[in-house]
Structure formats: structure tokens, C-alpha cells
């Protein structure tokens, strides 16, 4: 009796299989997923600093593998809850764990900073929702969705690269219609140098805009200074700003030093703080090695966190009292084609 009706619901369940094409998961294998880090245009200027797509449903067992498609570098980590994001990115979450790790909430899976068609595969064993960051951008995260084997997807893997071109496109376009924004903006700012001094020219270094999704945040960026070639005359100052909230840069004369992040000036010469909080060299020679440090957006307040100092320092300032062509590149992107150059007349 007892064997005859596990017999009939061996049937029922079959016949309910093939009914119900949609519940064969039930009995597939536990399968790989692709989604990609990142993306480019061709020029590398403009960059999708995004996880494609950001928000993905797998069945636990699961694995989800990331190709990296930008030049710009990223990393896949699922943090633990309560886990303090980690201040240096190469150190992974710490530490770097190997491709193929498991990730089921207990403790951290971070891969190294990786760039263009590198990969890096996460298994999660155990449901749950679990958030996906980038160590290098904090505005960059979504959700992977990890649903009991039973439960019914509601994509395909070719949903998710459809998504993924899709989203990709969006941003890369609306990072073009910002650059013609930025050329306006840089107008605006030489105006406003304009008020304050007549010697005065300015650089849009780098322009960005976040946007939330359903499952984080992505975001764009243009990674070039804008009106890159400046002409002045001796004795005349420039002022870089950046406009990219999620990116920072550097504005880096002569040799990138070894310490990217705080500002240098060598030989004989140094890097000081204006009254409005502007970094301000003076430069008197082609040869000097003059470099901004990190030039970032200002952070945003957060709930809960004390009031800071205003910081980092959101603009450069450097004077030029000897004509020259001064070339300079940003230190963290000059792989992306970020540079510039200062061309000084007598
Ligand atoms: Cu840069």
C-alpha cells in the first residue's frame, strides 16, 4: 500500500513536470549564470561604472560568473552584514579570495582589482539576498537574489544579456549628452574664475552622474579632462574641479609619485592650501613634478556619521610663472587616454 502510493505521486509529479515545463528546474542541474563588470566606449572615455545588470535571480547552488569589460579596474565582493566596507580595495575584503568561492553570507568573497575580459565566478549555496559591491566604487552595487531551488526565475540568461546591452547602452549615451552638459558647465566656470581674477582659466577634470535601480546603483562617467589644451600667459593660474561623484582623479605634472593619493611638488617647490581650501602649487619650471593627490566630489552626508571637515579637496589650483608646454595626465586613468596640457605664452 505505502510503496504503491509513493509509486503514484512519483507519477502525479511527473506528469505535473511535463505539464509545467517552468517547474523542470526542480530537477536541473545547478547552473552557471554570465554577467559582466563594467564597460566602455571604444575611445575608453566613457565608462559604465556598473554591475550589468545589477540585479540578478539564481536558485541556491548556483554560481554566477563575471567577465570584465572596461579598462577602468573593479572588483565583485559581497561583504558580511555589519562588515565595514574596507578603505584599501587591493587588500580584496580582506583578504582576496580565489575564483570559485562560495558566498553564503558567513564571511566575505572579495576578487582583486580586475580589468578588461578577466573573470571571476561566486557560488551561493544558501538563499538569501545578498548585496554585490565594487571596492573601488562605493556607488557601484546591486543584489543577487538567491531563491530556494523551487522557486520559479523570472529570467533567462538571455533576459540578463539583453539587460545588460541595454543598460550598458543607456549609460554610455547619457555620458555622451553629459559631455556636451560639461563643455557648458566648463563655460560657466571660466566665468566664474573670470569673477575672481582676470589671470584665471579652469578644467573640468572628469564629469559623472549616479542613478539608483531597483536592485543598487550604477552610474557614468567621462573620464577626460574637458577643454583639455589651455592657453595662458605667464604669471596666470588654472583650476581643475572635478564633476564626477562616483570618480576620482589626479592632475599630475612630470613623474606620477609613488604615494597617488596626497599631493607633492618636487624639486623646490610645494603644494599648499589656499583659504577656500584649494590645493595650490606654484610652478616655475617644465621639469617640476607637481601631482594633486585624489581631486574627488565632495562625500555626502550620511545619516548617523558625524559632520568631517569639508574633504577631499574638490579643486587644484597651480600658478605658472615661466612659459612652456606643460603636459599632465591623471595618474589613475592616463590608461583610459586621460591628459592634458598647459600651454604658457610669455
Ligand atoms: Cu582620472
Not at 617640476?288 to 569639508?310: K, T
Amino acid at each position: 500500500m505505502k510503496i504503491r502510493r509513493t509509486l503514484q505521486a512519483g507519477f502525479v509529479f511527473a506528469a505535473f513536470l511535463a505539464a509545467f515545463p517552468a517547474l523542470a528546474n526542480l530537477v536541473q542541474a545547478q547552473q552557471n549564470w554570465n554577467a559582466t563588470v563594467g564597460g566602455q566606449s571604444a575611445d575608453m572615455s566613457r565608462q559604465a561604472v556598473a554591475f550589468l545588470p545589477n540585479e540578478i535571480w539564481i536558485h541556491a547552488g548556483d554560481s554566477i560568473t563575471w567577465t570584465f569589460v572596461s579598462g577602468d579596474i573593479h572588483t565583485v565582493t559581497f561583504l558580511t552584514t555589519g562588515q565595514v566596507y574596507p578603505f584599501d580595495q587591493t587588500q580584496g575584503c580582506p583578504p582576496i579570495t580565489p575564483s570559485g568561492s562560495s558566498f553564503d553570507g558567513s564571511s566575505c568573497v572579495s576578487s582583486a582589482d580586475l580589468t578588461l575580459s578577466q573573470t571571476y565566478q561566486v557560488i551561493f549555496p544558501k538563499a538569501g539576498n545578498y548585496e554585490i559591491v565594487c571596492l573601488v566604487h562605493a556607488q557601484m552595487f546591486g543584489t543577487i537574489h538567491v531563491l530556494d531551488r523551487t522557486a520559479p526565475l523570472p529570467y533567462d540568461q538571455a533576459s540578463y544579456d539583453e539587460q545588460a546591452r541595454e543598460q550598458l547602452k543607456a549609460l554610455l549615451e547619457d555620458a555622451d549628452r553629459h559631455q556636451h552638459h560639461a563643455e557648458h558647465q566648463h563655460s560657466m566656470a571660466d566665468m566664474f574664475s573670470a569673477k575672481l581674477s582676470s589671470h584665471k582659466k579652469s578644467v573640468t577634470a572628469g564629469v559623472g552622474e549616479i542613478a539608483a535601480t531597483a536592485g543598487g546603483q550604477q552610474s557614468f562617467s567621462l573620464v577626460r579632462f574637458i577643454n583639455n589644451t589651455v592657453t595662458i600667459h605667464a604669471g596666470d593660474t588654472v583650476d581643475w574641479t572635478n564633476l564626477d561623484p562616483e570618480i576620482g582623479h589626479t592632475i599630475t605634472f612630470g613623474t606620477v609619485p609613488q604615494d597617488t593619493f596626497d599631493p607633492s611638488c618636487s624639486p623646490s617647490c610645494v603644494v599648499s592650501t589656499d583659504p577656500d581650501g584649494a590645493l595650490h602649487a606654484t610652478i616655475t619650471s617644465t621639469t617640476q613634478n607637481v601631482h594633486s593627490g585624489l581631486i574627488a566630489a565632495l562625500l555626502e552626508d550620511e545619516p548617523g556619521f558625524p559632520q568631517g571637515p569639508v574633504a577631499p579637496p574638490t579643486r587644484f589650483r597651480i600658478t605658472f610663472t615661466t612659459p612652456g608646454t606643460y603636459p599632465y595626465v591623471c595618474a589613475f586613468h592616463d590608461n583610459l587616454g586621460m591628459d592634458g596640457e598647459v600651454i604658457v605664452l610669455p
